[in-house]
């Protein structure tokens, strides 16, 4: 078995990525970096969503919590919707090959009463889902203020791995400009930053109820997968 962080892609953007990946198949003349900007920023919202926006809509609005939550999340939409403007825009369909596997390896498509639908995902390292579980059948048992460091310090692991998977890891396939490689490296550094800093503020300030609303919502994303599962759309 396979533990994925997954979450629905949403009608937009399954729908647009199967578009871009059918008229790549297709060897196109004409060039489709105006479809490439809407399907990433798609993607950059769907993730948002789930990482922030969903969490901070069950949340009191004028929390702490709440508070923090909403200004990382504009943090990241504001320099990540920039990063793909500035870095997709007029790029030839040549350019942007590289980031066909990648749209490929974040899908999860599963079959659900009959009909395949889409997951945006990441797979999870042992140990770390590890860690999860744990601290998820510790709350289970009524110790969440027991374990909310142990939470936070899971979190933060996977503050770094989903940076590297939604932001470093598809960055990293473009070649792109000194000004724009620049750019992207100091918009990153700010992102990573903001996420330590308000996971470390965060967490050990939640409160019990608030500590089992977020285990309960934050582990429905946790799906496993048999290994002979198809995890990916088939290549065009």
Do not use: W
């Amino acid at each position: 078995m396979t533990t994925y962080f997954a979450f629905p892609a949403g009608e937009s953007l399954q729908t647009g990525s199967h578009e871009l990946l059918q008229r790549f198949a297709e060897a196109p003349q004409e060039p489709h970096h105006s479809l490439f900007v809407t399907v990433a920023n798609a993607f950059a919202d769907q993730v948002i969503q789930y990482l922030f926006l969903n969490m901070i809509h069950n949340m009191d609005g004028q929390s702490r919590a709440a508070r923090i939550l909403d200004k990382l999340a504009g943090l990241i939409k504001a320099t990540v919707h920039t990063l793909i403007r500035q870095s997709l825009h007029n790029r030839s369909n040549e350019e942007l090959l590289p980031l066909l596997d990648y749209v490929r390896d974040r899908q999860l498509v599963r079959q659900e009463n009959g009909v395949a639908v889409d997951y945006v995902c990441f797979p999870l390292p042992l140990d770390l889902a590890g860690q999860f579980t744990h601290v998820f059948q510790q709350v289970d048992h009524g110790h969440a203020h027991e374990h909310r460091l142990a939470l936070r310090d899971a979190m933060l692991g996977f503050a770094e791995l989903s940076h590297f998977h939604f932001y470093e890891e598809p960055t990293s396939l473009l070649k792109l400009g000194f000004v724009t490689r620049k750019a992207a490296s100091m918009g990153g550094a700010s992102i990573k930053s903001g996420s330590r800093s308000s996971i470390n503020q965060l967490f050990p300030q939640l409160s019990f109820d608030e500590l089992v609303d977020f285990v309960e919502y934050f582990r429905k994303m946790f799906i496993e997968v048999a290994v002979d599962e198809p995890v990916s759309l088939p290549v065009q």
